[in-house]
């Protein structure tokens, strides 16, 4: 998870391409980084998938990049460059997080 708006996945590996997910919940632009074209700008919730091999990298905004580090058989690595005060955990981490606050709120509600 990015922040609380940009969930990736990695949907599948065929050969040397990963096929990544990008769910969002807010318009953003998206763009592959060696090209100034824009893949979509998403107006909406959904889920946008990518297709990139090793060393392309995938731009979400102007300042959020994904690398697609290694692909070796079934597993791929990536990496992601954001700007520090960007949250990025995986998800079930980021899961607990939210259930945390929810528990936190109600708590706070009932005193």
Do not use: F, W
């Not at 997910?21 to 980084?33: A, D, E, P, Y």
């Amino acid at each position: 998870m990015l922040g609380d708006d940009i969930e990736i996945t990695i949907i599948d590996i065929r050969g040397d391409y990963v096929r990544l997910g990008l769910h969002v919940t807010q318009t953003i632009s998206v763009r592959m980084k060696e090209s100034s074209d824009t893949i979509k700008k998403n107006n909406k919730q959904g889920l946008l998938v990518i297709r990139c091999k090793k060393n392309e990298s995938v731009m979400i905004g102007d300042d959020i990049e994904v690398i697609i580090v290694d692909v070796r058989g079934d597993k791929a690595r990536i990496g992601l460059v954001a700007p520090k005060p960007v949250p990025v955990h995986r998800k079930e981490i980021y899961d607990a997080i939210q259930m945390e606050k929810t528990r936190q709120k109600q708590e706070d509600k009932h005193e």
